[in-house]
């Protein structure tokens, strides 16, 4: 099968989300749970919040949004 790599980037999302973080704690549980995700994933902090940009097919990207949401709601004391 060949894929041309033009027509391939294109079909590609990039989507990035900011949330406020808590504590040490709960940053650690929303990385280690960033890194079962089927996306690319770069997550920058500070040691209130967190920047994750998501790349990858359209729809790979909206369910790890999910996931991700779900994640720091779940995480938060």
């Known amino acids: 099968m060949i ?3 033009e027509s391939y980037k294109m ?7 900011n949330f406020s973080i808590e ?4 940053l650690v549980e929303i990385i280690k749970g960033l890194t079962k995700l089927n996306v690319d994933v770069e997550a920058d902090s500070t040691p209130s919040s967190i920047k ?3 790349q990858g097919p359209e729809h790979k990207v909206r369910n790890s949004v999910q996931k991700i949401q779900k994640l720091v709601e779940e ?3």
């Not at 079909?11 to 989300?17: D, G, H, I, N, Q």
């Not at 504590?23 to 709960?26: A, E, G, L, S």
Request: charged residues 40%; negative net charge.
């Open 3 to 5: 894929i041309d790599r």
């Open 75 to 77: 995480s938060k004391n």
């Open 23 to 26: 504590d040490t704690d709960q």
């Open 52 to 54: 994750i940009t998501l």
């Open 11 to 17: 079909s590609e999302t990039e989507r990035v989300l």
